[in-house]
């Protein structure tokens, strides 16, 4: 191999007492070619030893058997042979290596010869070299020139003395020049002489100064092209005050930055941290110091270097100048591995290209730090993770201003930032997030005032990048405490964006899960566990995040596999682009307990689109004027659940029969959830009009419809309206994305119905032509319900669907079978009548149990029914309930049955009944009212009072039945329906 470098020498290297090895950067053929130099001085050969880094001829590094003291100069030389060994035999076979080898031995014997000549005296060209006197005559002379230039020896006394007092008096005359020019400074600062005499705004007779090594050299403006010096102003030399509490590889530890120097950039980055490690005392006065870290400085430049191991020891970086710093990391490496705690991490106007990542903490104990800071920091091509630790008690991260960008490694999930364990007041803010798996993970164990804001989230779901998996990963406390769960923590003031997403991967933005460590081999590499529920999260806020999607995208907004997930607050967030399927969506379900009141969302869609659906399941209060969500299809009507009486139908429609369509449309009957054929798939407009209730006033109220996709020639979405179509006034208009073929949802949305000179005008209608041209022009329809209301179901406290106690019943069990729904018994039938059941199911009313009481009595009796006892129900001692027990006549009446009254006094043919019972089954209190029922629809109920006397804890339960009492020798002809009854709370 040729010899490819041209220097002779490497270095100088500044010793500290630790380092042992210091590279050098000419090439040799063995190590015995290789001296050392310490302050000048040879070193002898069994002081240090060499290492090559390669084949001959190669660079490498000197290893010091005892480390250089610090402050020491180090200088690795060329040091050939000057012997010539090798000789060729007459007739002998050409050989390529040992003629290589010669003129590589001549190449760096010339190397050596060209470096020792330049540290020479030497002459001009075409001059003769210059002749010394013998030692004799020089031994004790000043060394000066004669008038041919030759060496000419003087004692130094006779040379110095004549010239003493010139010298005294010029270096006097300066003094006492710089000192009157002193005391008018400033004057303008030109960066060169030149500058300033061209500069013709600066009149005659000014003066300017030049900065000129060390010295301000003073000139005075002659004319406008010349001037003169006028005086030296002495300046101090520059003292760096910090040199104590900074390190600079370039200056003081041997790395270039180059970008072309990769061993020497190492060893200066390691011997500069081995110089920072520790702290030193500053003193304030008065007895005060302050502990401040050693800092690293580092210039301009490109290194290559990481791989760096330390325990606890505090580590300081940063660039002199941000942004102008590349880090370039071997790969398969982190630029840096702390195993302990790390006191304080600081990295400031950094670039880190490749490699695992950055600062990785394998600490699984307690870090509480003075603070781990990242700030002006570019992370890039990472194949795991920017940042990370490991630890179960790590609070006060700091990264701002930041930017991330992962690479795309095969097999590897990357990750921006991935901390973990008691985070309290962790701060990520200001920072682009781009090209991870996940751009920051939190937790498990989250601790409390997470702020996570004025970021930006870059999807990643195109084909180019790593697809996001999600932005926000939040891990839950494992052990299900809701202390420390993320209390009073936020997201923020963000965007996530969707330029690059991709509807084909529908992700959620923000995810809560457990972990699976049985995959992934380290805390970021951990997947998501899709079945592990188990956990607490608790407290996070969720503000004025911007939201953007392409569309279609059927994922929601946030996605939990934690069923235990608490007093979440979602408030101004702002979707645009595709519409979310949900605001929050539970795939395993949601904990029981924690389904009331503990979270709120409040969501306008004046400026944007909003998630079709709150959640999947009961998940807290909706505070939203405008506000959408899916409800479950087998629920009740909504006009029962609310605690406002004056909440009734104005216009209900059930698709195959009861809807009115408009003119071109086609509808078919197919399948419903309940077992017949009451839905249709339609094409075109089903309508269902009304006349204002408040009689062209406006007010609240609430539509229903059930939706879904239709197995053939399906839309994907669909238009809901409320128009009035004497003048186009419009009070509700939205498009919704539909649920899958056989899987309808209950579209239930409060709105307001806008004042107007027409009541008599209104339509509420669903409509799918005119959005999707072409063959997709079917949509799946069923029930079509509007009711109004008052007092708190108003256009401000929207009805709460899923707040409050839930419906007891979701839905009456038993299709059209004659059987009793399940739970369900009746008893006492009187001789000779015939009571059955003739079924079960739903009306547009809701659903229902059909009775028949046939026959002529031979006695007197009565007549009982009673629902399943409700024991699932949620109850709080000392509230009050309500039971609410829709009946309906479908044919005849009840004049057979004796006439009964209530607890209340009232009068009626029927007497309905509940009993609060313990959780010993222990009856504690009975309540009634008596009434006869219609053939319209109504509600029949009675409030329990003094709950507290009642209800003593959350074992105790609710159990109504119905009574009738018949004479003896009457006929009975009635057929009847008895609705699911209906509990809430009403204070």
Not at 446 to 464: A, P
Not at 967 to 977: D, E, H, I, K, Q
């Amino acid at each position: 191999m040729p010899i490819g470098t041209t220097n002779a020498i490497s270095g100088p290297y500044y010793g500290d007492g630790v380092v042992t090895a210091f590279p050098f950067d000419f090439q040799v053929l063995t190590g015995d070619q290789v001296s050392v130099y310490v302050d000048g001085v040879e070193q002898n050969r069994s002081a240090f030893s060499v290492a090559m880094a390669g084949a001959a001829p190669s660079i490498g590094t000197v290893l010091f058997i005892a480390a250089p003291p610090a402050g020491t100069v180090i200088q690795p030389v060329l040091a050939p042979s000057f012997k010539q060994d090798i000789e060729f035999a007459d007739g002998a076979a050409w050989l390529a290596d040992p003629v290589n080898r010669g003129y590589d031995e001549s190449a760096l014997r010339d190397q050596a010869l060209a470096r020792d000549i330049a540290r020479s005296v030497r002459v001009p060209m075409g001059e003769d070299g210059i002749s010394l006197p013998a030692s004799s005559d020089r031994a004790g002379k000043v060394f000066t020139f004669g008038e041919d230039g030759d060496a000419d020896p003087q004692d130094p006394q006779e040379w110095i003395q004549p010239l003493a007092q010139p010298y005294v008096d010029a270096a006097q005359d300066v003094l006492a020049s710089t000192r009157a020019v002193a005391a008018t400074l400033p004057y303008p600062l030109y960066a060169s002489t030149a500058a300033a005499q061209a500069d013709s705004g600066l009149l005659s007779t000014r003066q300017y100064t030049v900065l000129s090594g060390t010295q301000i050299l003073i000139y005075t403006k002659n004319s406008g092209t010349a001037s003169t010096l006028f005086g030296v102003i002495p300046t101090q030399p520059y003292v760096d005050r910090l040199k104590n509490r900074s390190a600079v590889p370039t200056i003081d530890f041997g790395a270039y930055g180059d970008g072309a120097h990769a061993v020497a950039d190492q060893a200066g980055l390691a011997a500069a941290m081995a110089y920072a490690q520790g702290t030193a005392a500053l003193p304030l006065g008065a007895g005060d110091t302050v502990f401040n870290d050693v800092g690293i400085v580092l210039e301009p430049g490109v290194y290559d270097a990481g791989a760096f191991v330390y325990a606890g020891k505090p580590i300081n970086i940063r660039a002199r100048v941000p942004h102008t710093v590349v880090i370039r990391i071997p790969a398969g490496q982190y630029f840096m591995v702390q195993s302990g705690n790390p006191t304080t991490v600081c990295m400031d106007g950094l670039i880190f290209v490749g490699g695992l990542g950055a600062y990785k903490n394998t600490n699984t104990g307690t870090n509480v730090s003075w603070r781990v800071e990242f700030t002006r920091c570019d992370f890039h091509k990472y194949t795991e993770c920017a940042i990370q630790n490991a630890a179960s008690d790590s609070p006060a991260l700091h990264v701002k201003n930041c930017r991330f960008g992962g690479g795309m490694p095969t097999g590897l999930q990357t990750v921006g930032i991935c901390w973990r364990g008691m985070a309290d007041q962790t701060i990520i803010e200001d920072c682009y997030m781009g090209g991870n798996h996940f751009h920051i993970i939190i937790g498990p164990y989250m601790g409390s005032h997470v702020t996570i804001q004025r970021c930006y989230f870059q999807g990643g779901n195109d084909s180019s990048v790593p697809r996001t998996r999600a932005d926000i990963w939040l891990k839950p406390n494992a052990n299900g405490v809701e202390t420390n769960s993320g209390h009073n923590s936020f997201v923020f003031n963000n965007r996530f964006g969707g330029e690059l997403m991709n509807s084909a991967y529908p992700t959620p933005r923000i995810l809560i899960a457990n972990e699976d460590t049985s995959i992934g081999g380290s805390n970021s590499q951990y997947p998501p566990s899709t079945t592990n529920s188990a956990g607490a999260i608790s407290g996070f806020k969720i503000f004025d995040n911007h939201v953007g999607n392409p569309s279609p995208f059927n994922a929601p907004f946030i996605r939990s596999y934690v069923n235990d997930v608490r007093y979440f607050h979602g408030r101004g967030n702002t979707f645009v682009g595709g519409t979310l399927s949900k605001f929050i969506e539970f795939p395993n379900g949601r904990s029981v307990n924690y389904s009331n009141n503990n979270n709120r969302f409040e969501l306008d869609d004046t400026a944007s689109n909003i998630p079709l659906a709150l959640s999947n399941v009961p998940v807290g209060r909706l505070e939203d004027r405008s506000g959408a969500w899916l409800g479950d299809i087998n629920s009740v009507p909504i006009f029962p659940v609310s605690d406002d009486p004056l909440v009734v139908p104005v216009a209900v429609g059930l698709s195959g029969y009861d809807l009115s369509y408009a003119s071109g449309t086609t509808s078919v009957a197919v399948a419903d959830p309940y077992g017949t054929n009451e839905y249709a798939a339609v094409t075109g407009l089903a309508l269902l009009a009304f006349t204002d209730p408040y009689a062209g006033a406006g007010g609240p109220m609430f539509l229903e419809v059930s939706l879904s996709k239709a197995a053939a020639n399906t839309l994907s979405y669909v238009t809901v309206d409320v128009v009035n179509t004497s003048n186009s006034y419009y009070s509700f208009l939205r498009t919704f994305p539909l649920p899958a073929n056989g899987s309808p949802a209950k579209l239930m949305l409060p709105f307001y119905l806008a004042p107007n000179a027409n009541p008599g005008s209104w339509q509420f209608r669903v409509y799918g032509s005119g959005i999707v041209a072409g063959s997709a022009d079917t949509f799946v329809m069923g029930d079509m319900i509007l009711t109004k209301g008052t007092g708190r179901t108003g256009r401000d406290k929207a009805l709460t669907r899923f707040g409050g106690v839930q419906p007891a019943n979701r839905r009456l069990v038993g299709g059209a079978a004659a059987t009793l729904p399940s739970g369900w018994s009746m008893s006492g039938t009187p001789s000779g009548a015939t009571i059955t059941v003739t079924k079960v199911g739903t009306d547009k009313y809701g659903d229902f149990t059909e009775f028949s009481h046939t026959g002529t009595t031979t006695g007197s009796g009565g007549w009982v029914l009673r629902p399943a006892p409700q024991k699932s129900m949620s109850y709080e001692a000392g509230s009050n309930y309500r039971c609410i027990w829709p009946v309906r006549i479908i044919s005849g009446d009840f004049s057979a049955a004796t006439t009964q009254t209530g607890y209340d006094g009232s009068s009626g043919k029927l007497t309905m009944q509940v009993g609060s019972y313990s959780a010993a089954d222990g009856l504690l209190v009975q309540r009634g009212i008596a009434f006869t029922p219609s053939s319209a629809f109504a509600l029949y109920g009675r409030t329990l009072t003094e709950g507290a006397a009642y209800f003593h804890n959350t074992a105790d339960y609710l159990w109504p039945l119905l009574n009738i009492n018949y004479a003896s020798g009457v006929t009975l002809n009635t057929v009847f329906r008895v609705y699911a009854p209906i509990f809430n709370r009403t204070k």
